[in-house]
């Protein structure tokens, strides 16, 4: 399978790297996030080539997260802003962040510190669970088929197929949307 096509699976992951993947895009995000909106600070805080720039914005613009916004009539110019769908990303970028702090930040610490408005305190994300409010950990969430795969995974058992484990329903669904091209 070719990158270009890594947003055709039935994989929410898949699918959101295929808008948030490549590296110089998160940055963007990053700074996005931090309150930067023009061109030329994105280009000046990053150090990013004006055409891959253009392109990452373009993108970010084309899937919805990231709106253009003229602020400037003579000569026309625009910024950049977070849409609601962007807003939604701010959960990964702090974990992003929580995750270098924790595993690559030097012996001076963290980069930066996150402190809440509302009480004042210094904060780190942390996932809950949405019903209970316990905190989430890999060994006490179990991730089970959705609606699209087990349609799927329903296919497959009546073809005969054995192995429908996670890993295999999910590969099995990249080939499957790729002969429906």
């Known amino acids: 399978m070719r990158w270009s ?3 055709k699976q039935f994989c929410s992951v898949a699918r959101a790297l295929s ?4 590296r110089w895009t998160l940055l963007i995000l990053r700074d996005a996030f ?3 909106r023009r061109f030329e600070q994105f280009q000046h805080n990053l150090g990013i080539t004006r055409h891959r720039l253009s392109e990452r914005l373009g993108k970010l613009v084309e899937q ?3 709106v253009r916004v003229p602020y400037s009539e003579r000569p026309l110019r625009h910024e950049y802003r977070l849409t609601r769908k962007g807003l939604a ?3 990964v970028l ?3 962040s929580r995750w270098g702090d924790e595993w690559m930040a030097d012996e001076r610490g963290a980069p930066l510190e996150y402190v809440h408005r509302r009480c004042g305190k210094r904060t780190h994300p942390q996932l809950s669970c949405s019903e209970c409010g316990e905190t989430l950990r890999p060994e006490h969430v179990q991730p089970r088929l959705g609606h699209a795969l087990q349609i799927l ?3 497959l058992a009546l073809d005969g197929e054995t192995d429908l484990s996670l890993p ?3 590969a099995r669904s990249r080939e499957s949307n790729t002969m429906k091209k």
Do not use: C, F, Q, R
């Not at 808008?19 to 490549?22: H, L, N, R, S, Y």
């Open 5 to 7: 096509d890594i947003d």
């Open 19 to 22: 808008v948030v993947g490549e």
């Open 34 to 36: 931090l309150g930067t």
């Open 64 to 66: 919805g997260v990231l």
């Open 89 to 91: 990303l701010y959960p």
């Open 94 to 96: 702090m974990s992003l």
């Open 153 to 155: 995974a329903d296919e």
């Open 168 to 170: 295999a329903v999910i």
